[in-house]
């Protein structure tokens, strides 16, 4: 069984920093591609970040020189560095991963953590 837990979000001020987490446990062979999504209260979830298992990263348009994306192989734990923050930031934010476990690769999701942007 893998699970991933999430950790870091919360309320910052507009201009605002905060790193998340998101750390898998359970019987991992290997973690592929690596990601962030978020979701806006009635809006659909969007991609943040991912970045694969050979470092090469990808950002959606609205966080792109914002937010970054770094991993710890050695943890299987990879974060999301969020800089100059917005209101339009807020959202529910998920990590995601494609992992190799025994006999099986699957694509598996955080539970979510909440940012919130305001003053």
């Known amino acids: 069984q893998v699970q991933l837990v999430e950790s870091g979000g919360g309320l910052v001020q507009p201009g605002g920093s905060l790193r998340l987490s998101c750390a898998a446990s359970g019987s991992i062979f290997r973690i592929y591609p690596m990601g962030w999504y978020r979701q806006a209260p009635g809006k659909q979830r969007e991609l943040v970040a991912t970045i694969t298992i050979g470092g090469n990263t990808e950002y959606g348009d609205s966080v792109r020189g914002r937010f970054f994306i770094s991993r710890d192989d050695a943890k299987n734990t990879w974060y999301l560095q969020m800089n100059s923050l917005k209101p339009e930031d807020t959202a529910v934010y998920y990590c995601?991963?494609?992992?190799?476990?025994?006999?099986?690769?699957?694509?598996?999701w955080g539970q979510g953590t909440q940012v919130t942007v305001s003053s």
């Open positions: 995601n991963a494609r992992i190799l476990t025994p006999g099986l690769i699957d694509d598996y």
